[in-house]
């Protein structure tokens, strides 16, 4: 058993805020409110040094565990055996981010509706289909003999703390206040089952793709996304790729992130057959589409000690990701007898995924292995409970599910899986099925739960061993260690397609089958590379001479612009020191910007808007920094009104089909190669160069003109920051009036760079606000580890009254960093509370 027993009140005092009475900051459309003084919830006491100190006996604890928060919250955990380690951690995780864990579990077990209303029915529904299902026992074995003893452990430590607030309401954090309900229990099988919030590809592309196949014109697919390496896919024999609007909506709800608002937040007043008929739970998108830059990003690099200031190995790495409040990452330290690592990891899984262990420093960033099919299949009209595989009528397989919800009676639906995946979307009127197939729906591919085997590793043949295995998401993993060793290696389940390349639908009658997995050693690697470095930064990275590129690892990459600009700064002929790397970090240099400028300098124009526009890029640095005009010029340029006027002149009739950005890479190319494409710009190059440089010149003074409306007629006014800003939004705050929403929202921030900066930052196209970025960044510095740095923004806590809520947003907007402390002596130094845990025998 293991729960919550008491906090120890002896030679404590009570911290209290001051009570006003009931003060309302907010009105929700619930009819709620939140106060604004919460109970502490904690007995503490404060020390001569301002270190709180608080202490608990928990069941389950087998020795005394201690956790060190230090000044900039993070919290360092010591323990005397590996079974308290992962307990205390799985507390601590509970203690500060509860309502994210809850959330995160809620939404990946389909269990919103129970306590959010029966708008969430549908989500629910979604996120089953894409649970893991298989046998348990070989999912443990996946990750290593230890990870379901460790995941029992973790869990147990969350649910002490849940236990602990059953018998302190007062504690409980505001969230579930605000919003009138309990958090769950966990079981360790809710840390492996849930699958959906990994990042996946490339589902959406093959739908994207077959909207042009449906016209007839599917070569323009090239202008939404180039393939890499150069590739001309067909559509597949049986193939009809006039797909259902919609067909996604289900794949959308099980990955995407609960949304609330005032529509989701109130009762629906029809529940009716709603779970168990597919087929009207397509009528409209999810979610509003807002045509952006692809959300791609992550930057990882090694440097070699005979390229380095300090004499020792450096690894950097700033993963990208949504921004919100809190972080999705939360960067912890765990030490016991055996294991002394330090890093971010997901709240809600045990271990560290980026960071170090005293031995070996790593770091990742994604790869662009394809993982995912949708499947098409002809249903039986006598009988549309069956498809048709290989000639013979197979029937669907149906999983019953219960689904409570609040404030309704539970709802019963049918889950349909096909031998393929589970299905999506049923058009009875074609005779017609689709599901999904992904790899993140096999044995051992609970994202980045894998990094429990690896971070334990003290060489690189353990490391690169551990990497074998690994699962979800697809990563090139950074690796460098105390002897100065260097090296990369990538990791994903690879499938292997004889027979067609995963860019399209294909049918699901047998025809279309992978054929196992590529092995682990199949892919490329390298160490101790003569350059002395290795970076990633999403780019396609297999060596032109790979002998598996047959197998169709992927053919959807980023645009390289900040690998380029890594590799540049990288190659030069220097050694580099810990504040370089952050500087790199921070770099916010634009090589599109650059090649673009470098267009229109050879351009003449006597059109005054133009002119203006012209002469204000003439003399730019290419450096997008918040202050920049320039900047703020080329960027609304660059995707308000050259992205769409290029992508119209390319498509013509079907630009609409294309909702998004088109691919960078290609019309930087089509812009620099004119002549090359004579039936988009013209019947010559004459006439081709023409159309160019018209195209270039009049979204140019389009956008002079937009700015100007932005920010003024002087554009010695503009500024890049003040266009695009980082807005750290909580979950729920849409339900919260505007001047309640600062108390959960951190921001907006002003920001430079762009979506192909190294410092990268994606931005909604409608208001400029950053999407995605690097809310979390690290330095090691290999073996003087307390010389380390690091950043996770807004913060470490997701609790909004915590002081650690916010506190590191401006320092991370600025590029500042924090010390990453690991000796035993400097944390002691810097701690400022103290969380005594004490094990108990009461029952």
């Known amino acids: 058993m293991f729960s919550y027993l008491h906090s120890n009140n002896k030679n404590t005092t009570r911290s209290r805020s001051k009570t006003a009475p009931c003060k309302v900051l907010v009105q929700l459309s619930l009819g709620l409110c939140i ?26 604890l087998q020795q005394p565990a201690q956790i060190l928060v230090d000044r900039w919250g993070v919290p360092h955990i010591y323990a005397s055996n590996e079974s308290d380690l992962f307990f205390a951690q799985g507390f601590n995780a509970a203690r500060d981010r509860l309502f994210q864990l809850d959330l995160w579990r809620r939404r990946g077990l389909g269990q ?56 302190n309401p007062s504690a409980l954090p505001t969230e579930f206040k605000v919003l009138k309900y309990s958090p769950a229990k966990w079981v360790a099988e809710d840390v492996v089952r849930i699958r959906s919030h990994g990042l996946t590809r490339n589902l959406t592309s093959e739908v994207a793709r077959a909207k042009l196949a449906c016209i007839g014109k599917l070569e323009l697919d090239d202008v939404r996304q180039r393939l890499s390496p150069d590739w001309k896919t067909k559509i597949p024999t049986g193939l009809d790729p006039c797909l259902p609007e919609g067909v996604l909506r289900q794949f959308t709800l099980a990955t995407q992130n609960v949304e609330f608002n005032g529509n989701s937040m109130r009762v629906s007043q029809d529940l009716g057959s709603k779970l168990n008929d597919t087929a009207k739970l397509v009528q409209q998108d999810p979610m509003e589409t807002i045509e952006s830059e692809r959300m791609e990003g992550s930057n990882n690099w090694v440097i070699a000690p005979s390229k380095t200031t300090t004499g020792r190995a450096i690894m950097a790495n700033d993963p990208h990701r949504a921004y919100s409040a809190p972080s999705l990452r939360y960067i912890t330290h765990l030490s016991a007898p055996g294991l002394n690592v330090i890093g971010a990891g997901e709240p809600a899984l045990p271990g560290i995924s980026i960071g170090h262990n005293g031995t070996i420093a790593f ?182 001479d790979y002998p598996y590129q047959q197998r169709k690892i992927g053919f959807e990459w980023p645009h390289p612009a900040r690998y380029q600009r890594i ?28 090649r673009l400028v470098g267009l229109l300098k050879t351009l003449k124009t006597n059109e005054e808007t133009a002119l203006k526009a012209q002469q204000l890029l003439s003399n730019w640095d ?132 762009s979506a192909n900066t190294v410092n990268q930052s994606t931005y909604r196209l409608n208001d400029f606000i950053q999407l995605n970025g690097p809310s979390f960044r690290v330095v090691v510095d290999v073996g003087n580890w307390d010389n380390s740095r690091a950043i996770n923004a807004p913060g470490q806590s997701g609790d909004p009254t915590s002081p650690h809520y916010r506190d590191l947003a401006e320092k991370w907007a600025k590029g500042d960093y924090f010390p990453l402390l690991y000796s035993k002596q400097a944390v002691e130094a810097n701690t400022l509370q103290r969380f005594n845990l004490l094990p108990s025998t009461a029952k």
């Open 622 to 753: 290419y450096v997008e920094s918040a202050d920049s005009a320039a900047a703020a010029l080329f960027q609304v340029w660059f995707t308000q009104t050259l992205a769409p006027a290029y992508k119209d002149l390319m498509l013509g009739q079907q630009s609409s089909i294309v909702a998004t950005m088109p691919d960078i890479t290609r019309m930087l190319d089509n812009l620099d190669s004119f002549n090359h494409f004579p039936i988009q710009f013209g019947s010559n190059p004459q006439q081709g160069r023409t159309t160019r440089d018209s195209l270039l010149l009049s979204s140019l003074a389009n956008a002079y003109r937009k700015l100007e409306r932005l920010q003024g007629t002087d554009s010695k006014n503009w500024r890049w920051g003040n266009i695009q800003k980082t807005l750290f939004t909580h979950p729920f705050s849409k339900i919260l009036d505007a001047a309640s929403r600062t108390q959960f929202d951190i921001g907006p921030l002003p920001r430079g760079g």
């Open 363 to 544: 770091g990742l960033t994604i790869m662009s292995i394809d993982q995912e099919d949708l499947y098409v299949y002809e249903t039986n009209p006598a009988n549309p409970m069956q498809y048709k595989y290989r000639g013979q009528w197979i029937n669907f397989s149906k999983i019953p599910e219960q689904f409570k919800v609040k404030d309704a009676d539970q709802q019963a639906s049918e889950l349909l899986f096909t031998r393929h995946g589970p299905v999506i979307f049923q058009e009875p009127e074609k005779n017609r099925a689709y599901a999904v197939r992904t790899g993140w729906l096999q044995a051992g591919m609970a994202p980045y739960f894998g990094s429990i085997d690896y971070m334990r590793a003290k060489n690189f043949t353990q490391f690169k061993k551990a990497m074998l295995h690994w699962g979800a998401p697809t990563e090139n993993q950074v690796y460098a260690d105390v002897k100065g060793n260097i090296g990369w290696v990538p990791g994903g389940l690879t499938p292997i397609r004889p027979n067609w390349d995963g860019l399209l639908p294909v049918p699901g009658d047998g025809r279309y089958e992978w054929a196992g997995f590529l092995p682990g050693d199949k892919l490329p690697s390298s160490y101790n590379p003569k350059s002395a470095w290795f970076a990633s930064a999403n780019e396609l990275n297999l060596p032109k």
């Open 35 to 60: 106060l604004q003084t919460l109970s502490v919830s904690q007995a503490q006491i404060t020390t001569a040094d301002k270190t709180t100190k608080q202490e608990w006996q928990l069941v389950g």
């Open 112 to 167: 919103l509706a129970e306590v959010f209303g029966p708008s969430f029915l549908e989500q629910d529904r979604a996120a089953r289909l894409f649970l893991y299902r298989g046998d348990m026992n070989k999912e443990w074995a996946a990750y290593g003999t230890q990870a379901k003893q460790l995941s029992t452990n973790f869990v147990a430590g969350i649910n002490a703390y849940i236990d602990y607030l059953s018998k």
């Open 567 to 594: 590799a540049d700064v990288l190659s030069q002929n220097k050694k580099f020191s810990i504040e370089d790397a952050m500087q790199l970090q921070n770099d916010v240099l634009s090589l599109p910007a650059k």
